[in-house]
C-alpha cells in the first residue's frame, strides 16, 4: 500500500514511524516532510503551500 502523509512537524514525524513499522506499507510518502523524516521514514516531497491539488498523484 502506498501512503501519504502530509506535514512536517513532530506529530507528522510519529505517525510516518508508526506507518513505517507495519508490513502493509510499501512506499511512504511524507510531504513536505523534514530532514528528520527522510533517514527510514519516507521520500520528502514538496508541495505548494497553498493547497495539495491532487496528492493521490504523488503516491
Known amino acids: ?11 507528522e514525524h510519529a505517525i510516518a514511524l508508526a506507518v513505517k513499522k507495519s ?9 513536505p516532510g523534514n530532514p528528520g523524516m527522510a533517514p527510514g ?11 495539495c491539488g491532487r496528492p493521490q498523484g504523488d503516491c
Open 1 to 11: 500500500m502506498n501512503i501519504l502523509v502530509v506535514g512536517s512537524g513532530g506529530r
Open 23 to 31: 508490513p502493509l506499507c510499501d512506499t511512504l510518502v511524507c510531504a
Open 41 to 51: 521514514h519516507g521520500k520528502p516531497r514538496q508541495v505548494r503551500a497553498g493547497g
